[in-house]
Nanobody, 128 residues
Framework: QLQLVESGGGLVQPGGSLRLSCTAS????????VGWFRQLPGKKHEGISC????????TYADSVKGRFTISKDNAKNTVYLQLNSLKPEDSGIYYC????WGLGEGMCIMPLVGPDSWGQGTQVTVPS
């Protein structure tokens, strides 16, 4: 069964950091581009970062560029999203997806196209 599980969210003060994990089962992330998305309260899902299968290319939405960093560990079959300098407006549910439309490296061209359905995600809360 193919499954991606997001974890690592939590409550953090403004300016703080978190590291989110996207761990796969039934799927080898080494062979897929992976994107991170988020849904802020009252808003649609937003693609915020992506890493190609090789890990050689990463892309970021302007809203997180310079503060978030995506990376992958093929040995752990996991993609990470390091969140630094967090702001209250970063509060929301964060999700990952592995090439849901078979675009290959094209998945990482902004704006990202997310899947039709989403997993549980992981909640990030930054109080104001």
């Amino acid at each position: 069964q193919l499954q991606l599980v997001e974890s690592g969210g939590g409550l953090v003060q403004p300016g703080g950091s978190l590291r989110l994990s996207c761990t796969a089962s039934g799927l080898i992330l080494e062979y897929y581009p992976v994107g991170w998305f988020r849904q802020l309260p009252g808003k649609k899902h937003e693609g915020i970062s992506c890493i190609t299968a090789s890990g050689g290319t990463t892309t970021y939405a302007d809203s997180v560029k310079g503060r978030f960093t995506i990376s992958k560990d093929n040995a752990k079959n996991t993609v990470y999203l390091q969140l630094n300098s967090l702001k209250p407006e970063d509060s929301g549910i964060y999700y990952c997806a592995a090439d849901p439309w078979g675009l290959g490296e094209g998945m990482c061209i902004m704006p990202l196209v997310g899947p039709d359905s989403w997993g549980q995600g992981t909640q990030v809360t930054v109080p104001s």
